[in-house]
């Protein structure tokens, strides 16, 4: 089953704690991203990828890393984590340059103590 | 930016009834989607609708490109329709960004 997923999908942690969310997707895309919602704010991308290696910033990447070192793999890093960073995230990927649909993981949702 | 505005902001509907969402896009806009956010969070794909029209059951959508919006049409709507609908856009610049709408909040009641 093509699909993006994404570990963990809950997560309670403390300020300055470093972490890392996962994600992977199985359908050979080059592109991927990584997305936040915050209400009344709406999905703002955070960084995304066009391939292995290949990374660069969204609207709102201040407080966040990321890296590309396999095809199907695009982590989130939170390197010290800050309440202001308590929100929904989402990767998503799509083939490249295939004008086609960005599929979406499930989502995690982090609160920062 | 491109701004996309989404209408109604807020839905209540009794099953069975049908319903209209829009979205108008402030600029051109490519790789237009449609998404329902069901209660857990969780962004399901419907439509990947740049121009014309497409239907998956109970659920169509129209998207005029030449007039910048899109339409999702609900009928005979379930409960299971709850939830929040975006719509998103990729720019000319930068068409794998989606920019989303501020949303459609549907609540479906028996």
């Known amino acids: 089953e093509a699909q993006v997923t994404q570990n963990p999908r809950y997560l309670i942690t403390v300020t300055g704690k470093k972490l890392t969310v996962t994600c992977s997707q199985n359908?050979?895309?080059?592109?991927m991203s990584w997305y936040r919602q915050d209400p009344g704010l709406g999905l703002r991308q955070i960084y995304y990828s066009m391939n292995v290696e290949v990374t660069d910033k969204g609207d709102v990447p201040e407080g966040y890393k990321v890296s590309r070192k396999e095809k199907r793999n695009f982590p989130l890093i939170l390197e010290s984590p800050s309440p202001n960073q308590t929100s929904l995230y989402f990767c998503a990927s799509k083939g490249l340059p295939s004008t086609d649909t960005q599929y979406f993981g499930p989502g995690t949702r982090l609160t920062v103590l | 930016g491109i701004q996309v505005e989404q209408s109604p902001p807020d839905l209540i509907l009794q099953e069975g009834a049908n319903s209209t969402l829009r979205c108008n896009f402030s600029?051109?806009?490519?790789?237009l989607q449609w998404f329902h956010q069901n209660p857990w969070g969780q962004l399901i794909n419907l439509f990947y609708?740049?121009?014309g029209t497409k239907q998956n059951g109970r659920l169509s959508a129209t998207t005029v490109a030449t007039e910048r919006y899109s339409l999702l049409y609900i009928s005979s709507s379930q409960t299971t329709d709850s939830g929040v609908y975006f719509c998103a856009g990729g720019s000319s610049y930068n068409t794998d960004k989606l920019i989303f709408g501020t949303g459609t909040r549907l609540q479906v009641f028996p």
């Open positions: 600029d051109s806009v490519n790789n």
């Open positions: 609708i740049p121009s």
């Open positions: 359908m050979n895309h080059e592109y």
